[in-house]
């Protein structure tokens, strides 16, 4: 039977000890490697480890046209798989899901590794109900879409008290954080987790008020977005 490690990668390119050994084992054992990106693939496990030769392993992209099928046939050679993301753990907010999902379906052992998550990470960091929790990945970009994700979201988070989760692209950060702030109530609590495990982390919970008059700069800094119920 075909066996396929789902294998997490650093959430910072400067934060390879936050993993554990064993994820360097089972890379070894591996012989086909499907990867969302594969040359800060290859560079990662360059750095994890030293003598890997690169070229006497077989390496696919996720998200090509021809991908699901090369993985079904791949899987029929019972060479040991391994499936990276670019950050953080595949198959969690990431488009690996979909292979994983393959594995199963075709008799496949799935072993996932511990790693870095950045949204766990951000989670237990917040402050936030860790019980009830709910990520939605990214918000809608179109504004009057987005304008009503937001109050929904305070709603499910006030009136269910669950832990609101998202995410957006570093380079649109800081149109998120005035969104959040015009569209939130000022009592309600927002945390930003940002470059998570990286040497310039941090995580702060205020108040939408209290972040209003200190306004961060998030662009192109990976960044968690937490809603909280507040007061």
């Not at 086909?32 to 990106?37: D, L, R, T």
């Not at 052992?109 to 950045?118: D, F, H």
């Not at 800081?174 to 969104?179: E, K, T, V």
């Not at 941090?202 to 937490?226: E, M, S």
């Amino acid at each position: 039977m075909t066996t396929v490690y789902l294998i997490p990668t650093p959430l910072h390119p400067e934060a390879t000890q936050v993993l554990p050994e064993y994820v360097l084992q089972a890379i070894k054992e591996c012989k086909v490697f499907f990867v969302e990106n594969k040359r800060t693939c290859r560079r990662y496990f360059k750095q994890y480890w030293k003598e890997m030769i690169i070229d006497e392993y077989t390496w696919h992209t996720i998200g090509e046209p021809a991908t699901k099928a090369v993985f079904i046939n791949t899987l029929k050679t019972n060479h040991v798989i391994g499936i990276a993301s670019e950050a953080g753990c595949p198959g969690v907010a990431d488009p690996g899901q979909e292979l994983v999902d393959l594995a199963h379906r075709h008799g496949a052992t799935v072993k996932p590794l511990v790693g870095p998550s950045s949204i766990l990470l951000a989670l237990m960091a917040s402050g936030g109900n860790g019980q009830q929790f709910q990520f939605l990945g990214y918000l809608p970009i179109e504004d009057n879409a987005k304008q009503k994700m937001i109050r929904r979201i305070e709603f499910a988070a006030k009136n269910e008290n669950t832990t609101q989760l998202f995410i957006e692209a570093p380079y649109r950060n800081d149109q998120l954080l005035r969104a959040l702030l015009k569209h939130l109530q000022p009592s309600t609590l927002l945390c930003l987790a940002v470059e998570l495990t990286g040497p310039t982390e941090w995580v702060c919970t205020r108040t939408v008020a209290d972040w209003a008059r200190d306004l961060p700069k998030l662009h192109k800094r990976p960044t968690i977005f937490l809603v909280l119920p507040g007061g």
